[in-house]
């Protein structure tokens, strides 16, 4: 078995690269979900912390894509926003759960460091973003508010 792993290695070396650099991305990223202190929920979740523990609900994308549609009741903030620490409103809710909502859930993992570098306490991403919300027929507001 090792002697033709060996083989293919040789014969492939470019594709035996590729594979070993996808191994330590998929490791990398995995560790690093592991330990982060923000975490990646679900609908069911975002509704349960919406309704039971009020949580805050801050939707990532710009200011069109939020008067288009939006989880009702959320504030817009964008990551630049999130980074340069202009967080108007939502500086009074730091001990409350905050739930990060991009297009596809893709987009808010480092402005969900940034919160929680920021002091926040429970920083959630909704998983697939407001692609996956729509997707369940949840209900959206439009508009500024």
Known sequence: MLQEIMQFISRNPILSLVWIALLVAVIAMTVKSVFSKSKEITRTQVIHLINKED?????????????????????????????????GELEKHKKQPVILVSANGLESRTPAENLVRFGFEQVYSLKEGIAGWVGENLPLARGKK
């Open 55 to 87: 949580a805050v609900v801050v939707d990532l994308r710009s200011r069109d894509d939020f008067r288009k549609g939006h989880i009702i009741g959320s504030v817009n903030l964008t990551p630049s926003e999130i980074k340069e620490n202009n967080l």
